[in-house]
């Protein structure tokens, strides 16, 4: 496996960034992860566009244009001859002192791609649907650390996601400081109610499967709504599903112990998991 590192494929035993790098040391990074399927690179400009938002907020320069960058992925994929792929792009601020101030970093921001297959969650939960829990730490305060931002600092998701495998669970839902459902620790979430979805509008990241999935449902004429979802509404809910690049779309069966519908994945979560299928093998950058 060869991993890119500022311009160069390296092997995976010598792809190392320094311990002075401030994403190593205080998270001071954004990063993407992306899919390709069957040579087509899915939502890669849009990912892109993400990664300089969180990048442009943080002051990091990434010192490549996007198209370059764009061209960095292909070019890895091609390296290590990935038809399917999940890929992982890390932007980081680069060397510096071990001070907090971005202003001494003296280096030129790392740029780190890898290239690899993973499967998040076991294939039967896709046919019988998932079980999650809600869990106590709350998302992120956007006006602390906004969940829009797709930082390396990841630490509020993998507190949640300690709290959910501590109980047995693989995923669970946040709420927001006010107590409404925001997302999942690496997900989006959705509920179906009278034929009509509906996600979170606030308090979580823009995620890409998840506007691709608003855009099907409009394309498809399923009405679909952005609002204040709460939990009482995910647990009379017909139907819940997650979406996410590494989990794309997953049903869900039962929130915090309460069946959702009939506690079988419903019609509308399996006609968008075909609708969605169907986009990732024809849309995408090809290489
Ligand atoms: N919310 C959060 C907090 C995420 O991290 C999503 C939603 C889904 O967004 P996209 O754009 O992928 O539809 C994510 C992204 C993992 C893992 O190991 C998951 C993500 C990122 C990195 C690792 O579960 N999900």
Do not use: W
């Not at 069957?38 to 442009?56: G, I, P, S």
């Not at 969940?147 to 669970?172: D, H, M, V």
């Amino acid at each position: 496996m060869k991993i890119y590192i500022n311009g160069r494929f390296i092997d995976r035993k010598e792809a190392k960034v320094s311990v002075f790098d401030h994403g190593f040391l205080y998270g001071d990074g954004a990063f993407e992860g992306i899919r390709s399927y069957n040579r087509r690179v899915f939502k890669l400009n849009e990912h892109m566009d993400r990664l300089y938002e969180t990048a442009h907020t943080l002051m990091i320069d990434i010192p490549l244009t996007k198209k370059e960058l764009v061209k960095a992925v292909v070019d890895t994929l091609k390296e290590n001859g990935l038809k399917d792929a999940y890929i992982r792009v890390i932007v980081t601020r680069g060397e510096g002192d071990l001070g907090l101030d971005p202003r001494k970093c003296y280096g030129r921001p790392n740029i780190v791609i890898i290239t690899d297959k993973i499967t998040l969650y076991p294939g039967e939960l896709y046919n019988k649907g998932m079980e999650i829990i809600t869990v106590p730490t709350v998302r992120n305060y956007p006006e602390a650390l906004n969940p829009r931002l797709k930082s390396l600092n990841y630490l509020n998701n993998i507190l949640a996601k300690i709290e959910a495998s501590n109980s047995g669970y693989c995923e669970a839902i946040m709420l927001d400081h006010q107590g409404f459902v925001a997302e999942c620790t690496g997900d989006n979430i959705f509920i179906v109610q009278h034929g009509v979805l509906s996600t979170p509008s606030q308090g979580r990241l823009q995620g890409i499967t998840r506007d691709a999935v608003l855009q099907l449902a409009k394309n498809s004429k399923i009405a679909a709504e952005e609002r204040f979802i709460t939990r009482h509404e995910v647990y009379t809910a017909d139907e819940c599903f997650l979406t996410g690049t590494a989990a794309e779309i997953i049903p869900v069966v039962k929130v915090d112990g309460r069946s959702i519908g009939d506690g079988k994945p419903g019609a509308v979560t399996l006609k968008m998991m075909r609708l969605f299928r169907t986009l990732t093998r024809q849309d995408g950058v090809k290489y």
